[in-house]
């Protein structure tokens, strides 16, 4: 930006050496007009971040004990249904759920939570019958879904659900580190694979001090590492506890501290698969509404540290020094000036 403002201050400086007002004369920079307009500026503050996958669990086998004849790689992504692993052949499929699997679910067991996450599975799966009612009783009609299930996975249809059978997260998951290898013992309480949700999520570390530009709902831009893509987001957390980088030196300067910041894509494909990379922050900070504003390429420094726009009318430039007040992402600046109206054109070098 101050590269433009320069080159245009300077082709500003050889013009007026020789006397010239035409617009775009033989030999100058190549230029062309933008309109002075009234909007809304809002300023950010640029933060750096990273964007990740939301979430951690481990994924721990109830299975056997036995052997494990199928793994996952890293980078695999499940979804409810889905067969994660194997143990002796048998397939160990995700449901979605936060209730332990602790006991057997058969016909004729006490009411639970756990009943209730069995059959909104089975039910989200299709696999369960029109009459059944999500609730905690394992009734009869729960038992046929079971069985249902049990033959889409090619298990014998006993209707009975054992600790193990199923693994359940509350979501998604995306597998990002897998412990055993094929052909190894299968034991109950086995830690099988790290993995994180399917949302990314952005991660910035906020220097105290600037906590009060961001709430939860905060609406933020996310400027990706192509350099070209600008997606949306919302802050869905603010950490409680502010924490200090610890200083290499012991006798440097103490630390900033800052609190962690958590951040949604609104649009949850924006990030593709990217995992662990840089992206830049923009929190909205000062606004000011119903502002003249002009691009900034069109300022021009003066020597005496001041800024003026070259207003372009009945083909003819007019300088107009200008006070200026806010800058957006948009690349646009807040000016004001009695001589500067909106609609007017102003001078811009041709990018």
């Known amino acids: 930006m101050l590269k433009r403002i320069a080159m245009a201050s300077t082709a500003l400086g050889l013009l007026a050496a020789c006397g ?5 004369p033989s030999g100058a920079v190549p230029t062309s007009t933008a309109p002075v307009i009234r909007t809304d500026i809002v300023s950010r503050q ?5 964007l990740t996958y939301a979430g951690s669990y481990t994924v721990v086998n ?3 004990p036995g052997v494990f004849t199928n793994l996952p790689a890293p980078g695999s992504v499940f979804t ?12 160990i499929p995700l449901f979605y759920g936060d209730a332990p699997e602790w006991r057997q679910l058969s016909a004729g067991v ?3 939570t756990d009943n209730y996450e069995l059959q909104a599975n089975l039910i989200a799966l299709g696999l369960a019958p029109s009459v059944l009612k999500v609730d905690n009783t394992f009734d009869w009609f729960t038992g046929q879904a079971v069985r249902s299930w049990q033959a889409s996975l090619g298990l014998p249809q006993t209707g009975v659900v054992r600790p193990g059978d199923v693994i359940y997260m509350p979501g998604g998951i995306r597998v990002t580190t897998v412990e055993p290898a094929v052909g190894m013992f299968a034991q109950p309480g086995q830690p099988v694979l790290q993995a994180t949700s399917t949302q990314h999520t952005v991660i910035v570390q906020l220097n105290v001090a600037l906590e009060s530009l961001v709430t939860v709902g905060s609406a933020v831009t996310i400027s990706l590492p192509d350099g070209k893509t600008t997606a949306a987001g919302t802050v869905t957390g603010i950490g409680t506890i502010a924490t200090a980088a610890s200083a290499g030196n ?3 300067p103490p630390q900033e501290a800052s609190v962690a910041v958590t951040i949604a894509l609104t649009d949850p ?24 504003a002009v691009p900034i390429t069109a300022l021009l420094a003066q020597p005496d ?14 300088p107009v020094i200008v006070s200026t007040g806010l800058f957006d992402d948009r690349g646009l600046v807040e000016v004001t000036s009695a001589e500067l109206h909106e609609g007017m054109l102003v001078e811009v070098p041709t990018t």
């Open 250 to 252: 012991q006798n440097g």
């Open 46 to 50: 640029q933060l750096s971040g990273t």
């Open 305 to 318: 540290g001041k800024y003026a726009v070259e207003v372009v009318a009945n083909g003819r430039r007019t």
């Open 110 to 112: 006490a009411d639970g």
């Open 269 to 292: 494909a924006a990030g593709g698969t990217l995992d662990q990379a840089p992206v830049s922050v923009g929190i909205a900070g000062a606004a000011h509404k119903g502002v003249l």
């Open 62 to 64: 109830q299975a056997g």
């Open 80 to 91: 409810r249904g889905q067969v994660i692993y194997r143990v002796d052949g048998r397939p």
């Open 20 to 24: 010239g007002h035409p617009v775009n």
